[in-house]
């Protein structure tokens, strides 16, 4: 069993700051690392991947990744109030098989 | 447009039914899952298929089976032998080759309840 944790939070960050989402991951023959984001009742969509280790920016989201230390993270800036939801993260291993955290509920107070 | 689609978006099942979940897919991928996901937690996996009349059990096999008779088509039955299946059953394919880095995607999902 491959372990993806994450923290359930909430996490709670004020219109405008930075939320910093983490996740840690016990194989580390895991090759690639996923960031979905899930409204309530919803399904997970996708927002970044990597792969290499360092930082890996799209518009607003961030995401880095540390292979020796078994860490991924997402930075959100400018966090808005539509950003609430909560965020999966997900580590493939074997090129086939996807395990994923138990999310981190995310809240951007206006 | 190309996408995953699932049906129904809500079933409910009767005390020993077997009830089957659709899911389609028309972006060629080769590669299909099946994940449960139950109120606060992450996604389990049930089954996922490589390529077309070939699956392997996941996490969470026991009392669900599957089919892939079509690349397009990844049929879930969850059989009375699952006794607790109220849960959110999501449906998800990834882009085609082995060795891809590539992510998945998934589908809206089916909300599966008990009557």
């Known amino acids: 069993q491959k372990e993806v944790e994450q923290n359930s939070g909430p996490l709670s960050v004020p219109e405008g700051a930075i939320a910093s989402l983490n996740c840690t991951y016990s194989?580390?023959?895991?090759?690639?690392f996923f960031w979905y984001r899930q409204y309530s009742g919803k399904s997970p969509e996708l927002i970044m991947f990597?792969?290499?280790?360092g930082d890996k920016e799209d518009g607003r989201f961030t995401a880095q990744l540390n292979k020796a230390s078994q860490y991924v993270s997402l930075l959100i800036r400018d966090s808005q109030p539509s950003d609430s939801a909560t965020y999966l993260c997900?580590?493939?291993?074997?090129?086939?098989?996807?395990?994923f955290g138990s999310g981190t509920k995310l809240n951007v107070k206006p | 447009d190309g996408g995953i689609t699932q049906s129904p978006k809500y079933l409910f099942r009767k005390e020993g039914q077997n009830v089957t979940l659709s899911c389609e897919q028309n972006l060629n991928h080769d590669a299909m899952y099946w994940y449960r996901q139950d109120p606060g937690q992450g996604l389990r996996l049930i089954y996922y298929s490589q390529i077309v009349n070939d699956f392997q059990k996941g996490d969470i096999a026991e009392g669900y089976s599957v089919s892939r008779e079509k690349k397009e088509s990844f049929p879930l039955t969850v059989t009375s032998a699952q006794k607790n299946p109220t849960a959110f059953y999501l449906c998800?394919?990834?882009?085609?080759?082995?060795?891809?880095?590539?992510?998945?995607?998934f589908g809206d999902g089916t909300r599966l309840s008990i009557l």
């Open positions: 998800a394919s990834k882009g085609a080759e082995t060795g891809s880095n590539q992510p998945q995607h």
């Open positions: 194989d580390r023959g895991s090759q690639s």
């Open positions: 990597i792969y290499s280790n």
């Open positions: 997900a580590v493939l291993y074997n090129f086939n098989k996807f395990y």
